[in-house]
């Protein structure tokens, strides 16, 4: 695959994450109040959180130290990718944790916070963004990990 290929199919998965994201997160905001809770389906509850943290809540309050970690990943996600945009099917991760990054992002510097909303048992509330990150990262080691042909040393 061309690179530049790669840059758009990431760039068109990234924007349809924070697309659904956002539209989601707006969707709670105006029917949910903060703490309320709904069932959803079994074992899946829509509750209201605000995050000031990373990703299901981790470093919360961190304030400066958040948006360093999170600038931080994202330069590192484009580095790796500005190296690795040919390979096949690169695109698919980069553009779930851009996207899940950004939608993040688009929360924090609005409110201050993000906000989560899907809650399952014994874990965390989280969104549509965090969601994303999560099946991104675990892509990402796939295609890292992925056997392109090259033969290995043993």
Do not use: C
């Not at 201050?112 to 969601?131: E, L, M, Q, R, S």
């Amino acid at each position: 695959m061309r690179p530049a290929r790669g840059w758009a199919l990431a760039g068109l998965v990234a924007l349809g994450v924070l697309a659904l994201d956002q539209a989601t997160k707006a969707i709670v905001r105006s029917e949910l109040e903060v703490g309320e809770r709904r069932q959803l389906v079994a074992f899946v509850d829509l509750v209201r959180t605000n995050n000031d943290g990373v990703a299901f809540g981790a470093l919360g309050g961190g304030g400066i130290l958040v948006g360093v970690v999170v600038a931080a990943a994202i330069t590192a996600l484009l580095a790796y990718f500005a190296f690795n945009a040919s390979k096949p099917l690169a695109w698919l991760p980069t553009g779930l944790l851009a996207g899940g990054a950004l939608g993040n992002v688009v929360d924090r510097v609005r409110y201050g916070y993000v906000t989560d909303f899907i809650k399952v048992p014994h874990w965390p509330a989280f969104n549509v963004a965090d969601a994303a990150i999560t099946v991104g990262v675990v892509l990402l080691v796939l295609v890292i990990e992925r056997d392109d042909g090259a033969p290995r040393r043993r």
